[in-house]
């Protein structure tokens, strides 16, 4: 199990942005680890919005209801992985939730993340 910490959720005007950041506590070193961020808003089941692959950040995933506005990015020297949110929508609204496959996995389907962080609020007004 990796323990993931996410941070940077907020309320937000729709159309303006935000990032989250998720970083590994302990010992563990995500960039061996395939990565997600999943989202889950009241009454609806939890969605991955984005993923990323181990191997350098080569292989990304996006949902179709947020591409060209959210992107994934992975920073191995200081642990971390971050959704840049742009021109966010009032249906972007839910809490977002790190995720972390499993060690040296390609597969980025949702089914294959087994870790997962508290949860960080994302409110988008409109």
């Known amino acids: 199990q990796v323990q993931l910490v996410e941070s940077g959720g907020g309320l937000v005007q729709a159309g303006g942005s935000l990032r989250l950041s998720c970083a590994a506590s302990?010992?563990?070193?995500?960039?061996?680890?395939?990565m997600g961020w999943f989202r889950q808003a009241p009454g609806k089941e939890r969605e991955l919005v984005a993923a990323?692959?181990?191997?350098?950040?080569?292989?990304?995933y996006y949902a179709d209801s947020v591409k060209g506005r959210f992107t994934i990015s992975r920073d191995n020297a200081k642990n971390t992985v971050d959704l840049q949110m742009n021109n966010l929508k009032p249906e972007d609204t839910a809490i977002f939730y790190c995720?972390?496959?499993?060690?040296?996995?390609?597969?980025?389907?949702?089914?294959?993340?087994?870790?997962w962080g508290q949860g960080t609020q994302v409110t988008v007004s409109s």
């Open positions: 302990g010992r563990t070193f995500i960039s061996t680890y395939p």
């Open positions: 990323i692959g181990w191997n350098g950040g080569a292989t990304t």
């Open positions: 995720a972390a496959g499993r060690m040296w996995s390609q597969d980025l389907r949702p089914t294959s993340f087994t870790s």
